[in-house]
């Protein structure tokens, strides 16, 4: 049982899937050999002689990494012909266990998306952030190990772009008031952007759709903002996800936050809706009440933004003064930490379906964690939300 850890070759991505610590858990667990491609871990400061040193073998590239490889570790979905650089989908051996955050939903030029490509490779492809939201699955869960440290970072970022301190700071020369600092969304980016927040000092509140969310904001010492009524109620997927919400309760929830943008010294942008555009929040008129000088974080850049005024992968500041950080992946934006937890997270998943007598991962799909990654199996679609797509296309 061999096992390649690919170097990320999508634009601004710095994280990389497997560390040291997770070779050598994934060698005590039967893999014969971990091929890591050489300078997969620089940008996360992990060099090649760590892996080395855990009992990786170092493959001078990504062919030799996928020589004979039977599971594949990635950050993103490989690139594929017309990509990029490299055509990586083509060296995964046909038969292969693929696992990583694949974005089977992104655009895709390939008939029927990303995960009908892999199908036609032959390849079986698991993506880590379609995971259900269950209990039993917390510790393999990428989405929340990636947006925690997403919501540390955007923050961090935040009080360093405005240009007045977070905390109140009281000196013989007079005071300088605690920054105004409002969250929207309060799944684990959010909660973490809030802590982060008050642990810098700020005078924080934040909104979320969700009921459940209230109590979790007043609970970090933050004020709610919000409308309160029926439909915020059943704002929740059986899955744990935030839903979209109607036309008129987000007119409504827009007239009650207006208030409260106007008032920031920072907004940090947290909603995410999976596999679709995210939600906007923010739009021009809102971004035109806010003072000069005060910030707006968009988190949700990746998915177009929650803020009119984002441009994705960029820091713009508005006409009216207000910088717009749009930046995109933040997670890669603190790229050791992200690494060790991602890559915990797929241990995690392998450890919980490996069978320890034949030394490989058995995946049943019968399984509710198992039947909401899996993409493909045996060169064909299989996930519900995919499989009516590729059997059109």
């Given at each position: 049982m061999r096992l390649a850890v690919l170097k990320e070759r999508r634009a601004g991505e710095t994280r990389v899937a497997a560390t040291p610590e997770t070779v050598k858990k994934f060698l005590a667990l039967g893999v014969t050999a971990v091929a890591v491609e050489t300078g997969a871990g620089m940008a996360s400061g992990i060099p090649d002689a760590a892996y080395r040193e855990a009992g990786a073998e170092i493959a001078p590239d990504a062919a030799a990494a996928l020589a004979g490889a039977n599971i594949v570790l990635k950050v993103r979905a490989p690139l594929a012909a017309g990509e990029g650089e490299l055509d990586e989908l083509s060296l995964i051996p046909k038969g292969a266990l693929l696992i990583g955050t694949l974005e089977p939903f992104a655009a895709s030029d390939a008939p029927g998306g990303r995960a009908a490509a892999y199908a036609a490779a032959g390849i079986d492809a698991a993506s880590m952030e379609l995971l259900p939201r269950i209990t039993r699955a917390q510790s393999m869960d990428v989405l929340s190990s990636q947006a925690n440290l997403a919501g540390y970072r955007a923050v961090l970022e935040g009080a360093t772009a405005y240009d007045k301190g977070f905390p109140m700071l009281m000196t013989a020369a007079g005071t300088i008031p605690a920054a105004n600092?409002?969250?929207?969304?309060?799944?684990?980016?959010?909660?973490?952007?809030?802590?982060?927040?008050?642990?810098?000092?700020?005078?924080?509140?934040?909104?979320?759709?969700?009921?459940?969310?209230?109590?979790?904001?007043?609970?970090?010492?933050?004020?709610?903002?919000?409308?309160?009524?029926?439909?915020?109620?059943?704002?929740?997927?059986?899955?744990?996800?935030?839903?979209?919400?109607?036309?008129?309760?987000?007119?409504?929830?827009?007239?009650?936050?207006?208030?409260?943008?106007?008032?920031?010294?920072?907004?940090?942008?947290?909603?995410?809706?999976?596999?679709?555009?995210?939600?906007?929040?923010?739009?021009?008129?809102?971004?035109?009440?806010?003072?000069?000088?005060?910030?707006?974080?968009?988190?949700?850049?990746?998915?177009?933004?929650?803020?009119?005024?984002?441009?994705?992968?960029?820091?713009?500041?508005?006409?009216?003064?207000?910088?717009?950080?749009?930046?995109?992946?933040?997670?890669?934006?603190?790229?050791?930490?992200?690494?060790?937890?991602?890559?915990?997270?797929?241990?995690?998943?392998?450890?919980?379906?490996?069978?320890?007598?034949?030394?490989?991962?058995?995946?049943?799909?019968?399984?509710?964690?198992?039947?909401?990654v899996t993409l493909t199996r045996g060169g064909a679609v299989v996930h519900p939300q995919l499989a009516p797509a590729a059997a059109a296309a």
């Open positions: 600092v409002f969250v929207m969304g309060a799944g684990v980016a959010g909660l973490q952007a809030i802590a982060t927040a008050r642990r810098l000092g700020g005078r924080v509140s934040a909104t979320d759709v969700r009921a459940a969310a209230k109590e979790e904001i007043r609970s970090l010492g933050a004020s709610f903002v919000g409308v309160d009524d029926a439909e915020m109620a059943s704002a929740q997927t059986a899955g744990g996800y935030a839903k979209e919400m109607s036309e008129d309760y987000k007119r409504r929830q827009a007239e009650v936050i207006a208030a409260a943008i106007a008032k920031a010294d920072v907004v940090v942008c947290t909603a995410l809706v999976q596999g679709r555009k995210a939600p906007t929040l923010v739009n021009d008129a809102m971004v035109a009440s806010m003072k000069p000088g005060s910030v707006i974080v968009d988190i949700a850049a990746d998915a177009g933004g929650n803020c009119t005024a984002t441009v994705p992968g960029e820091a713009i500041t508005t006409a009216n003064g207000v910088k717009v950080l749009g930046w995109r992946n933040w997670p890669g934006r603190i790229p050791a930490a992200a690494s060790s937890l991602y890559a915990r997270n797929l241990l995690t998943f392998l450890t919980t379906f490996w069978d320890k007598e034949a030394r490989a991962p058995k995946l049943p799909p019968e399984d509710e964690i198992v039947r909401g």
